[in-house]
């Protein structure tokens, strides 16, 4: 059959999915720009030093004296 010659149940069903298609493509787009967030703030490095400001000094601290030691090499 072509579209001419649907009948209206095949044409509201064919209605319903494309309706729910659209709506469950709203929702991954929606879950995927929440997962963006998180993932952005999680691997947010100022933040994460701003926090916690001390460990990455002594850690920079520490890879400078690996490396002027050679340790680099």
């Known amino acids: 059959m072509n579209d001419a010659q649907e009948s209206p149940v095949e044409l509201d069903k064919r209605e319903v999915l494309r309706q729910s298609i659209e ?3 709203a929702e991954l787009l929606d879950a995927v720009d929440e997962l ?5 703030s ?3 490095l100022r933040e994460r ?9 002594v850690g ?3 890879f400078g004296l690996w490396l002027s030691s050679g340790g680099g090499k």
């Open 23 to 25: 709506l469950d493509k």
């Open 36 to 40: 963006k967030t998180a993932v952005q």
């Open 42 to 44: 999680q691997f947010d």
């Open 49 to 57: 030093i701003g926090e916690h400001p001390v460990p990455w000094l």
């Open 60 to 62: 920079g601290f520490l």
